[in-house]
C-alpha cells in the first residue's frame, strides 16, 4: 500500500522560503510521477509541480516558474518542493500525490495516491 507523508508547511512572509517535502513509502517509485497540487476553499486541487521519479524530468505551472523548484532523492523515497520568492497567493493546503506512469499529469483525477496535505500560509 503507497503512503504519502508531507511536511514542511507553515507561515511565511511574502518574499520568504519554505520546503515541503514528501516521504513515499509502500514500494519502489520507479516508473511513478510525482506532483505537489494546492488546494484553496471552494477552488479544485490545482497542479503545482511534476518530476517522474526515474528521471527526474520536471514541469511546473506558469505562475511558480522561476520561484519553485522541485526534486526528488531516491535513496530515501522522497520528493521536495523549494518554494522562494513566496507570494500571499501561494496560499493553499499543498498536497503530494503520485500515479504510476510515463506522463506528465496535470489533473488531479489521474492520481491514486494522496498525502494528507500540509498548510502553507503567506502574510503580506
Known amino acids: 500500500q503507497v503512503q504519502l507523508v508531507e511536511s514542511g508547511g507553515g507561515s511565511v512572509q511574502a518574499g520568504g522560503s519554505l ?8 514500494g519502489s517509485f520507479s516508473g511513478y510521477y ?10 479544485e486541487r490545482e497542479f503545482v509541480a511534476g518530476i517522474t521519479f526515474s528521471y527526474g524530468t520536471t514541469e511546473y505551472t506558469d505562475s511558480v516558474i522561476g520561484r519553485f523548484t522541485i526534486s526528488r532523492d531516491g535513496t530515501k523515497n522522497t520528493v521536495y518542493l523549494q518554494m ?17 506512469g510515463s506522463g506528465t499529469y496535470y489533473r488531479a483525477q ?7 496535505g500540509t498548510q502553507v ?4
Open 19 to 26: 520546503r515541503l517535502s514528501c516521504v513515499a513509502s509502500g
Open 34 to 43: 510525482m506532483a505537489w497540487f494546492r488546494q484553496t476553499p471552494g477552488k
Open 84 to 100: 522562494n520568492s513566496l507570494k500571499p497567493e501561494d496560499t493553499a493546503v499543498y498536497y503530494c500525490a503520485t500515479v504510476y
Open 110 to 116: 489521474n492520481y491514486n495516491y494522496w498525502g494528507q
Open 121 to 124: 500560509t503567506v502574510s503580506s
